[in-house]
């Protein structure tokens, strides 16, 4: 039902094989920069012993740990792995966590810029696994706002980059990268270079409103980000999208259901909403952690390219 379902969708919106092939062979034409917060997802695999003798909690044995880049980082490189050109700016501590995300952009060849703050380390989030089970997270980070120093330095790349982008992604998790002195600068080039902007908000452990940002091409919250945004647990999910639509003034609007799916608003040339539910294909998917970022990486780069 479900690959009926998202067939008859494609169907609705004339999306063709062909018409996605000939896009596809477009993404090596666009250049896009990501900005927002690093993060380093460290996962621990560890086997179960049992329960302590001295507390009620489970006690394990670590056997490996492997380091993956996360956050706005891992948008770049999906990016970048789908062939279009990609630039990263963000804020990274002063520590060895740092030199691991630059070390891995280089490998992919993500054009980087990292702004060490001596203030804060490099966001990690250490999970511990046990047989594909999470147990639990641990995470080391700083929620307060950058410098202005910082934010200078922030402005004055993106000065120099917003002539020659396509479009500028922001990938904010709300660890202090994304001010509201950065956002104005951006909504100003904006205006001038005509770029395209893409925005997601992720709320996890830590509470941001989707809202605050206006006028962007593409805006992809989540139903739960949606709702903490506009304060509202009651009204439809219809209703719940057209307001956030409203508010913003964003052209498009993806509204993420997780292993449901998607749902797809764009506006017409006479300013109405077009919109279109595309279900997920996989009926029970095995873990959809980082799903918003590959999506927020393909609808940009997509986009982008035309």
């Known amino acids: 039902k479900k690959i009926r379902d998202f067939q008859n969708a494609c169907k609705r919106q004339s999306i063709s094989l062909q018409f996605l092939d000939e ?12 900005l927002g917060d ?3 997802d460290q996962y621990s695999a560890c086997e179960a012993l049992g329960l302590s003798a001295e507390a009620p909690v489970v006690v394990v044995k670590e056997l490996e740990q492997k380091n993956f880049i996360g956050g706005a980082a891992i948008v770049a490189s999906h990016i970048k792995s789908l062939g279009a050109k990609c630039n990263f700016i963000s804020v990274v501590g002063k520590d060895n966590n740092s030199n691991i995300v630059k070390q891995e952009l280089d490998k992919l060849g993500i054009n980087s810029y990292l702004i060490e703050d001596e203030s804060r380390p490099t966001t990690l989030k250490k999970r511990y696994v046990v047989e594909n089970q999470k147990l639990f997270r641990v995470s080391r980070l700083e929620e307060k706002l950058v410098s202005n120093d910082i934010e200078d330095k922030i402005i004055e790349l993106l000065e120099n980059f917003a002539p020659k982008i396509n479009g500028i992604v922001i990938s904010d998790f709300v660890y202090g990268v994304i001010t509201e002195k950065i956002l104005n600068k951006i909504y100003k080039l904006k205006k001038i270079y005509k770029f395209k902007l893409f925005g997601d908000i992720q709320c996890s452990s830590q509470i941001g409103f989707v809202t605050k940002f206006r006028n962007f091409t593409l805006l992809c919250p989540n139903e739960r980000e949606a709702r903490i945004a506009m304060q509202d647990n009651e009204i439809g999910l219809e209703l719940l999208s057209q307001n956030i639509l409203t508010i913003t003034n964003s052209e498009r609007l993806i509204m993420k259901l997780g292993s449901e799916g998607f749902l797809a608003y764009d506006r017409k040339s006479d300013n109405s909403l077009l919109s279109q539910p595309f279900p997920a294909l996989s009926a029970n998917p095995l873990d959809v952690t980082g799903a918003g970022d590959s999506l927020l990486a393909v609808m940009a780069t997509g986009i982008s390219s035309g």
């Open 38 to 40: 690093t993060i380093i």
């Open 23 to 34: 896009s596809i062979k477009k993404w090596n034409q666009s250049e896009l920069l990501v």
